[in-house]
């Protein structure tokens, strides 16, 4: 059965199809201008959770990267540290053996003293060392020194690491066990061992009956940075591989979301000539009327 089609009917499909163009060319003018291929989630659901998805794994990335470059702030400044506690040991031994000279003198033998005092307390500053405020040779207990400058102690017993997520899953101890290095069961307390020292010489003895005290304690100073040495070379492949994984992350994200703009470009004119197309048919499509045949 024929179908009647009456002048609205065709005036209605022309007004619905220019409509549809120009929401096409809408959509490619947005496109162009902001960059993006969606501009809310309706225009391609599976472009915006994909996007959801790459900028929570982005976000993961960048808190794992500051996780990493915190700990290897930690680990550096704790190098730092102990480097400088093995020198100062160095040091003390040096004057042990001076001490068992048997032509230094009494008030040489102080004067020894007094310098190893000084050293004591320098080595004392150094294990108070902090990293924004927090202890670094504490354990978990970063709030509070672990030498006490009032009574010339280490105090801390506290062995507890302290770890940081360097990826998922993965936690890496950012400190090391200072009880091995101030306060190890196996040599005594490095500042006891100080203090030691100090009264034989300001007693005008020769303190080089310690000698080989202080080399054990210098010997866990060395083992303790050769432990943070293999640390600090697994969190820079560690930093290598997340700054590798944004790139990565950036990539996908950007190849989901952005538009192509030479594409758009090429689209809009498209899209523009047809419609100038429908506007010049849908010219044709009007009927004329009385007053045309009048003039």
Avoid: C
């Amino acid at each position: 059965m024929a179908i009647r089609v009456t002048q609205n009917m065709l005036n209605n499909n022309m007004l619905r199809n220019l409509n549809n163009s120009m929401g096409n060319m809408d959509k490619l003018q947005e496109m162009l201008s902001s960059g993006k291929k969606v501009s809310k989630p309706s225009d391609d659901p599976v472009v915006v959770v994909r996007g959801m998805f790459y900028r929570s794994s982005l976000m993961e990335n960048e808190q794992f990267t500051k996780n990493t470059s915190e700990a290897l702030s930690w680990l550096d400044t704790t190098d730092q540290a102990l480097d400088e506690v093995g020198n100062v040991l160095k040091r003390v031994q040096e004057l042990l053996v001076q001490s068992g000279n048997g032509s230094m003198s009494k008030d040489d033998l102080k004067m020894m003293a007094m310098e190893i005092k000084e050293i004591k307390n320098h080595v004392g500053h150094i294990s108070n060392q902090t990293v924004n405020g927090r202890h670094i040779f504490a354990g978990s207990d970063t709030q509070n020194p672990p030498y006490d400058v009032a009574t010339g102690k280490f105090t801390n017993t506290n062995s507890t690491p302290v770890r940081l997520e360097v990826s998922e899953g993965t936690f890496v101890p950012i400190n090391i066990n200072a009880q091995n290095v101030f306060n190890n069961p196996a040599t005594n307390n490095v500042f006891d061992l100080l203090d030691k020292v100090i009264v034989e010489l300001q007693n005008g003895k020769s303190a080089a009956v310690y000698s080989n005290d202080v080399s054990q304690q210098m010997d866990n100073v060395l083992t303790e940075r050769s432990t943070l040495g293999a640390r600090v070379n697994r969190l820079e492949l560690v930093e290598d591989r997340l700054s590798k994984s944004e790139v990565s992350i950036t990539g996908l994200m950007t190849k989901n979301e952005d538009a192509d703009a030479a594409e758009v470009m090429t689209d809009l004119k498209a899209q523009e000539n047809v419609h100038r197309a429908a506007l010049s048919s849908g010219a044709r499509i009007i009927q004329p009327t009385l007053i045309d045949f009048l003039r």
